[in-house]
């Protein structure tokens, strides 16, 4: 029991020091859109590793420990830094431990050992994460993205559209089958880049603990893409406090707790980052019907917002994306779809293809919006194309009723 204890507090203070390690090993580009270049971190926590990183003297009595093969640049051995240090004064005594390395060898360490904790190391670019070529020239290229509620059709197609941008992948959903299988299937076109990771948005402590899950994979985070919700059909006249209260907690609370947990991240790391809200066409233009989901979707949507405006200090871009219908992308269904069709259809007297085709024709293209759609509205804003927070891209076909006034 008591090693179990020093391991979990050596993995907590781990995901805390690794984003600041991340963010100051980050190569400056002098874009001012996309103004650092980051690195994917690895750790390592055997005791081999732990007692490799005690001390160079040390470790040159000793073996490397795998993957590390030793290079023409040795490791930086960070033993005076109190590892219990706030914050900034942890950041000021990493950065000038990287600073010295850097003046002595002109360049930044690949491998940082930290005293009780283990090793930090900047994983080496191979053509295993990228099975399908293209991995140095895509735009998102080392890029960690955590997407909430990923396991459904917009999601999916979120998710699919950063892998082939190059992220990196924590797709994020209850525990269970459905969440298990969903990665599988998503790492066989992103192999290695995609990891699984259960998070209950309504539980703070899941969120926290999700959130350093990916930390001590990846290093680090710079895309969170907030889009866990559920739906919920009633009249106001007949709608249960409880219904509504469910809704409340993962559509706002979730959203909320996942903006904080993103926003302590993104101050720390310091590199800034880019968050993208899964709206809905409802928060302009809300149904009959739908007053819960119209109700607590326009509550996350305004914390965007707000997002926006308290972040963007910190160079953390935070937009929105608002989608009308999307009923299922590949073989997966849109679980909010799974649950209000069946009412949609009963209403208007249609089969599930004609609830579809009323949807395709009530916009001003004629078009079937599909998780794609919502993807490349996401990879807008991941890629910085312009320097834009706290805007919203319908993605709906045309809805003159949707259009903001």
């Known amino acids: 029991m008591k090693n179990n204890a020093l391991e979990n507090r050596s993995l907590k203070q781990l995901a805390r020091i690794a984003p600041i390690v991340r963010g100051l090993l980050a190569n400056s580009t002098g874009n001012e859109d996309i103004p650092y270049e980051p690195v994917i971190l690895r750790s390592l926590t055997s005791k081999e590793a732990?007692?490799?990183a005690v001390s160079a003297e040390k470790a040159k009595a000793q073996r490397y420990p795998s993957p590390l093969t030793k290079g023409k640049r040795p490791p930086l051995f960070s033993g005076d830094v109190d590892i219990d240090s706030e914050a900034e004064a942890?950041?000021?005594?990493?950065?000038?431990?990287?600073?010295d390395y850097s003046q002595q060898y002109n360049c930044k360490p690949e491998i940082v050992c930290l005293r009780e904790l283990g090793i930090l190391y900047v994983e080496r670019e191979d053509d295993n994460l990228f099975?399908?070529?293209?991995g140095p020239d895509l735009p998102l290229k080392n890029k960690v993205a955590l997407v909430t509620g990923a396991a459904g059709a917009i999601g999916y197609g979120v998710c699919r559209g950063?892998?082939?941008?190059?992220?990196?992948?924590?797709?994020?959903?209850?525990?269970g089958k459905k969440l298990d299988d969903f990665a599988a299937d998503l790492k066989e076109t992103g192999g290695e880049r995609v990891i699984g990771v259960p998070i209950d948005v309504t539980d703070k402590?899941?969120?926290?603990?999700?959130?350093?899950?990916?930390i001590q994979t990846w290093g680090g985070i710079d895309i969170v893409v907030v889009n866990a919700g559920i739906p919920l059909v009633s009249y106001l006249k007949d709608i249960e406090l409880d219904a509504f209260r469910k809704l409340e907690k993962v559509n706002v609370e979730g959203a909320l707790l996942t903006l904080a947990e993103a926003a302590r991240h993104f101050i720390l790391q310091a590199t800034g980052?880019?968050?993208?809200?899964?709206?809905?066409?409802?928060?302009?233009s809300p149904g009959a019907g739908f007053g819960a989901y119209s109700a607590t979707k326009a509550a996350c949507h305004q914390l965007g917002r707000i997002a926006s405006i308290e972040l963007a200090q910190y160079g953390v871009r935070v937009n929105m994306v608002a989608p009308d219908a999307v009923f299922s992308e590949g073989k997966y269904k849109s679980g909010l779809w799974k649950e209000i069709g069946p009412s949609r259809m009963k209403a208007r007297g249609l089969t599930e293809k004609e609830l579809q085709e009323y949807y395709r024709n009530r916009n001003l293209l004629k078009a079937k919006v599909t998780g794609r759609h919502v993807s490349n509205a996401v990879l807008f804003?991941?890629?910085r194309q312009t320097p834009t927070t706290g805007a919203t891209i319908p993605v709906d076909g045309g809805l003159p009723d949707a259009t903001p006034r």
Not at 205 to 214: H, I, N
Not at 273 to 284: A, E, L, Y
């Open 90 to 99: 942890l950041r000021k005594q990493l950065s000038d431990a990287i600073s």
């Open 131 to 134: 099975p399908q070529g293209g």
């Open 162 to 175: 950063l892998l082939e941008n190059g992220c990196h992948l924590a797709a994020t959903d209850l525990a």
């Open 273 to 284: 980052g880019d968050v993208i809200v899964i709206s809905s066409k409802n928060v302009p």
């Open 50 to 52: 732990v007692d490799f």
């Open 381 to 383: 804003f991941a890629t």
């Open 205 to 214: 402590g899941a969120v926290a603990r999700g959130f350093e899950s990916v």
